[in-house]
């Protein structure tokens, strides 16, 4: 069973919509949770993290977190073509961090 | 602020050539470092994590090795490489047990040709 997963995609929306990408894990341990953002090309650039149940909100992202149900998540909204990317979740149950292998996000002008 | 450096930025070398791939990090002292691989189109591959200098865990046996002779310092090598090294290198810092963040650096795209 994989630490992190990720529904591949790709997903596509159109130019603000709500985009909403999902993740679960399988360690319960997990204590911390990311969302990175990944241009082709570039390196992972951290957009979210959440540490607590429930949603935190950052400008038009929010990161939803369920430890019961072992689920987060990254809501964006008003996407815009400039959203477009892949989005790697990763969780921190110790001194390593486990990665998903992303969803890949195209906003559609 | 904290910044991490990776070089080259680019690399390509022949099989059975040496490696020697650095990073370094600015603004903060005692970080936990990593390097990550990650192959065309595949997701992010853990190979190493040090918790302090010359602390190493390897994740993956292979024919990579890592050391860190300073506390911001991490360097990947290989004595000899394979067609499969090809791939994107990542250095990151933060980390650690509880709630720290993990930031990249720019990366290392090398190909073995």
């Known amino acids: 069973q994989k630490e992190v997963e990720q529904n591949s995609g790709p997903l596509s929306v159109p130019e603000g919509a709500i985009a909403s990408l999902n993740c679960t894990y399988s360690?319960?341990?997990?204590?911390?949770f990311f969302w990175y953002r990944q241009y082709s090309g570039k390196s992972p650039e951290l957009i979210m993290f959440?540490?607590?149940?429930g949603d935190k909100e950052d400008g038009r992202f929010t990161a939803q977190l369920n430890k019961a149900s072992q689920y987060v998540s990254l809501l964006i909204r008003d996407s815009q073509p400039s959203d477009s990317a892949t989005y790697l979740c990763?969780?921190?149950?110790?001194?390593?961090?486990?990665f998903g292998t992303g969803t890949s996000l195209t906003v559609i002008p | 602020s904290q910044t991490i450096h990776q070089w080259p930025a680019t690399l390509v070398q022949p099989v059975g050539s040496p490696l020697s791939l650095e990073c370094t990090v600015e603004?903060?002292?005692?970080?936990?470092l990593y390097w990550y691989r990650q192959a065309a189109g595949r997701g992010l591959q853990l190979l190493f994590y040090?918790?302090?200098?010359?602390?190493i865990s390897s994740e993956v046996p292979q024919n990579l090795s890592a050391s860190r002779p300073q506390d911001r310092q991490f360097i990947l090598s290989s004595k000899k490489l394979l067609l499969s090294d090809s791939g994107f290198y990542l250095c990151?810092?933060?980390?650690?047990?509880?709630?720290?963040?993990?930031?990249f650096g720019p990366g290392t795209r090398l190909t073995v040709t």
């Open positions: 040090s918790v302090g200098i010359g602390q």
């Open positions: 990763a969780v921190n149950p110790g001194n390593q961090f486990y």
């Open positions: 603004g903060t002292s005692n970080p936990n």
């Open positions: 360690d319960r341990g997990s204590q911390s």
């Open positions: 990151a810092w933060g980390g650690g047990r509880g709630y720290y963040e993990q930031y």
């Open positions: 959440i540490y607590s149940n």
